[in-house]
């Protein structure tokens, strides 16, 4: 924070500007999320990839992002806000360039990598720009634009790249990237005021990035290889030792480090554990329905590109009506009752999406088990971030909501590895029907055990009564893709 009070308000220009680029930048890294599922039978069909390279046109992404989103919060904090915000920015536009104009799958998931590197130093920085630049009368309101805006972005996006990928190409889909990234950096060197926390640390956890991003990538390697290889294969074996090592070494320098990236000290708090570990279930659960579903509603079903990316949105649209409600419902009666009944409802849908049978009627097949996943997910995701975020002292507020991201984003990582290998999925078979459509329902079935398991956890460990003093998360809306980057998105509420 800088050291003079903020000046931008919400209803002046200079307010309207930063929320406009803070919107549309972190808007690349929702709609990335989403409308890259849509694409993958195109893709796979266009440049001959099979099961693993799909797999990794997903995880090339998610592995950079996760491995180093709390390093560019750092960065941003340490060098200014702004200037890291407007590199990633860019780099996320070079990288979608590199990705739309990929000649084949390897190609294209390198530039997936690298396009999650930008992710990385970007997304950190608009919810940490809001706080930093506007007057703290306004702060909530600008976050709650920022929020409500962003669930808009998130609906839009299947859709969008949806019809992209059928009325063009899906190269489209990274390319429509390059002039959105554009306008932000302009508006942001423009408009965008600089600022910095003078308490930074003065030295950056490099080495446990690094350890995270190595341990990461080895076991997403190892599991993604297994199915074609074999569980007996060297490169599988050598692959999830490296990746078991990384992981290690990455607890043992977060154990050494005088400026950890995560300090492992949090996790005393059995509620800040309690609440990661349903994270955990939750979002590996919902890495395998956002990369199969749509998939599935497509390869087997016969769904257009369009209707496919279309299919989901009630879930959105669900969360931005309801998600408030949920909020104040576990402000009332406290967390225990919605991240325990959340998550059931939400495997209850996973049942009924497993059901889904070849050429399906959306109203009547797809469409009802959309809206109690929707329902379910509304009940879940603002208590649980409420909840995790909460959970420690206010001095590790930002510490707790990194870590809580970033966990998100590493089970969706996993959850991509692991689950074609658990459900059976071949090389190849991805664009299979035949081959696709029993190992969907099993996958299906393994998420609904995950999200049980989420259910569980929560009703053993999560606190049953509600804290008193504890601020307010029922005016904003938390995405699907991973809890908030900052505290003050779920935790400050954004009536006036």
């Known amino acids: ?42 893709i796979g069909t266009s440049l001959g990839a099979g099961t693993a390279g799909l797999q990794w046109t997903i995880n090339g992404y998610t592995l950079s992002l996760a491995a180093l989103i709390l390093l560019g919060g750092s960065l941003g904090d340490r060098f200014g806000r702004r200037r890291i ?21 390897w190609t294209l998931i390198a530039a997936r990598v690298l396009q ?8 950190p920085g608009s919810l940490a720009i809001l706080e930093a630049s506007f007057h703290p009368d306004d702060r909530a309101k600008a976050i709650g634009a920022w929020s409500g805006l962003g669930g808009i972005a998130g609906a839009l996006g299947p859709f969008l790249g949806g019809w992209l990928v059928e009325v063009a190409s899906w190269r489209l889909v990274f390319l429509i990237n390059v002039p959105l990234a554009a306008t932000v950096v302009l ?35 190892g599991f993604t290889a297994w199915p074609s290889l074999g569980p007996g294969a060297p490169s599988v074996l050598i692959a999830l030792a490296i990746g078991i090592a990384g992981i290690v070494a990455f607890v043992l320098a977060e154990r050494r480090s005088p400026h950890p990236m ?46 496919a990316g279309s299919a989901m949105l009630p879930v959105t649209a669900l969360m931005l009506l309801l998600s408030a409600r949920a909020g104040a419902l576990g402000q009332r009666t406290g967390p225990r009752l919605p991240m325990t009944a959340g998550p059931l409802v939400c495997a209850v849908a996973l ?11 959306y109203l009547t097949e797809v469409l009802p ?34 870590a809580n991201n970033a966990i998100a984003r590493t089970a969706g990582l996993l959850a991509v590895a692991v689950l074609p290998l658990v459900a059976g999925i071949g090389s190849g078979s991805l664009t299979d029907p035949v081959a696709l459509a029993p190992a969907y329902r099993t996958a299906m079935l393994v998420c609904a055990g995950m999200l049980v398991a989420g259910g569980v956890v929560a009703f053993a460990f999560v606190p049953g009564r509600p804290k008193p003093a504890a601020p307010s998360p029922v005016h904003v809306h938390c995405a699907v893709g991973a809890p908030p980057l900052h505290p003050a998105e779920c935790r400050e509420p954004t009536d006036p």
């Open 1 to 42: 924070m800088t050291a003079t009070e903020p000046a931008l308000r919400y209803g002046q220009a200079g307010g309207r500007w930063v929320l406009f680029a803070t919107v549309l930048g972190s808007g690349l890294t929702f709609l990335d999320a989403t409308v890259v599922n849509i694409a993958l039978p195109r």
């Open 85 to 105: 915000f407007t590199i990633g920015v860019a780099w996320f536009s070079i990288a979608s360039l590199l990705c739309g104009l990929a000649p084949d799958i």
């Open 369 to 402: 088990a959309v809206v109690v996943l929707g329902l379910g997910l509304s009940l879940t995701v603002a208590p649980l971030t409420a909840t995790a975020l909460g959970a420690l002292d206010d001095r590790y507020a930002g510490v707790a909501s990194g």
């Open 262 to 307: 995560l300090p492992l000290g949090v996790f005393a708090s059995r509620q800040f554990t309690a609440a990661n570990l349903v994270t955990f279930a939750v979002y590996a659960a919902l890495g395998g329905v956002f990369f199969l579903v749509v998939l599935n509603l497509q390869v087997v079903g016969g769904f257009s590109p369009v209707a």
């Open 351 to 361: 049942v009924l999406l497993s059901r889904i049978s070849a050429s399906p009627s």
């Open 116 to 123: 999650g590197v930008g992710g990385a130093l970007l997304a």
């Open 187 to 221: 508006v942001a060197l423009k408009h965008v005021p600089e600022t910095r926390d003078p308490g930074a640390a003065r030295q950056l956890d490099f080495t446990g990035a690094a350890m995270g991003a190595l341990g990461l990538a080895g076991l997403s390697y």
